[in-house]
């Protein structure tokens, strides 16, 4: 299962960061800065530049963070995400 995961985590991560690496540079097949400006200019969206900077370096950074795991356990922190289901205050052991 952990094997898995792992594989899971690294494909998903990678294709994510390549994904920003083609936004910003011409690496892995991407037309360059200048391509996905244009590309956000066809979709409507406007600040050209910065939109691609911003969506290629966020995919980069997530795509990556991903990969090494980090950020990927904080769904099991009780603290953050607590059961919903379990019972606060009352113990597995019975008296007796």
């Keep these: ?8 985590r690294l494909v998903a991560g990678l294709l994510v960061a390549g994904h ?3 936004k ?10 200048a391509g996905g400006t244009e590309e956000f200019r066809q979709d409507g969206f406007r600040g050209g530049v910065f ?4 969506a290629g370096g966020s995919q980069i950074g997530a795509g990556l963070l991903l990969t090494a795991g980090l950020l990927t356990a904080l ?4 603290l953050l995400y607590p059961d919903p289901h ?7 052991r019975t008296a007796g």
């Design 75 to 78: 769904h099991r922190d009780p």
């Design 51 to 54: 939109t691609a900077l911003t």
């Design 86 to 92: 379990r019972e606060v205050g009352r113990s597995s």
């Design 1 to 8: 299962m952990n094997t898995g995961l792992l594989l899971l």
């Design 20 to 22: 920003g690496v083609q």
């Design 24 to 33: 910003v540079s011409f690496h892995l097949g991407g037309r360059g800065l």
